[in-house]
Nanobody, 127 residues
Framework: QVQQVESGGGLVQAGGSLRLSCAASGRTFSSYAMGWFRQAPGKDREFVAAISRSASRTNYADSVAGRFTISRDNAKNTVFLQMNSLKSEDTAVYYC????????????????????WGQGTQVTVSS
């Protein structure tokens, strides 16, 4: 079973950038499709980005497409979320999610599809 720890959150001005990292335990990280979700105060947790286990396919929420980039380094058991041109509405706790899969090119974009979650990292964008 994989366990994830997110890092890289913080306070940034609107228009700035942050890079989130999610370090996963275990020797089978390359068997997991990964995703990033976020939850703002008083709102439901929402999908941000997903990546297949081989990194061959990615998917983004419309609200972040063109500004955020998801990537992974399977040798380092880590998935990243590069966030550029940040807006105040990006303020949220960001969570890393994992799901084991036997398929190289599949990703998952729904919260219910992921059984494994990290504790989250706070991102605050000041306007």
């Amino acid at each position: 079973q994989v366990q994830q720890v997110e890092s890289g959150g913080g306070l940034v001005q609107a228009g700035g950038s942050l890079r989130l990292s999610c370090a996963a335990s275990g020797r089978t990280f390359s068997s997991y499709a990964m995703g990033w979700f976020r939850q703002a105060p008083g709102k439901d947790r929402e999908f941000v980005a997903a990546i297949s286990r081989s990194a061959s396919r990615t998917n983004y929420a419309d609200s972040v497409a063109g500004r955020f980039t998801i990537s992974r380094d399977n040798a380092k058991n880590t998935v990243f979320l590069q966030m550029n041109s940040l807006k105040s509405e990006d303020t949220a706790v960001y969570y890393c999610a994992a799901r084991s899969t036997s398929l190289d090119m599949i990703y998952f974009s729904k919260r219910v599809e992921y059984p494994h979650w990290g504790q989250g990292t706070q991102v605050t964008v000041s306007s």
